[in-house]
């Protein structure tokens, strides 16, 4: 059994305010004694303009989210968008997967970009299930949920949970469709599903932690925090009884 936790934050244009938040959630969420947090997409640096992107003391920052982790005992999820040194300065859309030791498990590159993110973000190139003291993880990034073989092929390497932090536009009548989706990515997977959305007014606003059989705990419309108890134990149990997912 471990205690997930989703935090619903606004993102503002100042990457410095956003760590300050970043850290008081981390703060919030190992007083409740969760195991693991995850924030929005982007929850850091959501510009996508290079010069701005460039200012940024980045390893400075993540030094300090990985000495949070450390002291609050917590495994955390973040996202950027990063200026990728190693590939000519592409931004690339990734989030960061830190353990309650300080250390980065695991950077994943967004590779399903969505629209107009494509003439801007480097699409990354591949996906693991990521090995913890947990069981494997999964970590996607926002509009990959919309490619459910995407999705599955996580599920299929492990994966007993799957992050997705979000940054989705409040685009109308299409949101209530979308709002359905976490909930049956968790079915067709036997999984455990955390949608972490961002509080900012142009977005969804909906961040919800569901497993195949419920909602277990959802926040709409608002800046807040929400927890769940995840028990490995059940989704062995579905996974052989649906047989869905090898397991």
Request: aromatic letters at 12%.
């Amino acid at each position: 059994m471990i205690k997930v936790a989703a935090a619903q934050i606004k993102i503002n244009k100042n990457a410095e305010e956003n760590l300050n938040k970043i850290i008081q959630y981390i703060k919030k969420a190992s007083f409740k004694k969760a195991d693991i947090i995850c924030f929005p997409e982007a929850s850091l640096m959501h510009s996508k303009n290079k010069n701005t992107i460039n200012k940024i003391p980045f390893k400075k920052y993540l030094e300090k989210i990985k000495i949070s982790c450390r002291e609050n005992k917590i495994h955390c999820i973040f996202g950027t968008n990063f200026l990728n040194k190693n590939k000519k300065n592409k931004i690339t859309n990734s989030a960061f997967f830190i353990d309650d030791e300080g250390k980065v498990l695991y950077k994943y590159d967004k590779i399903n970009l969505f629209r107009k993110e494509k003439k801007t973000i480097n699409s990354g190139i591949s996906n693991k299930a990521i090995e913890t003291k947990f069981g494997k993880i999964g970590l996607i990034i926002c509009w990959d949920i919309a490619h459910p073989e995407f999705v599955k092929k996580i599920s299929k390497k492990g994966a007993w949970i799957i992050f997705c932090p979000s940054y989705i536009k409040n685009y109308g009548r299409e949101l209530e469709s979308y709002l359905q989706i976490p909930y049956v990515r968790a079915f067709e997977n036997s999984c455990y599903f955390v949608s972490c959305d961002s509080a900012n007014e142009e977005c969804a606003q909906y961040s919800v932690i569901c497993s195949p059989s419920k909602i277990h705990s959802k926040i709409k419309g608002r800046e807040g925090i929400i927890f769940a108890n995840l028990d490995k134990r059940k989704i062995v149990g579905l996974r052989k009884f649906y047989k869905l997912i090898a397991y």
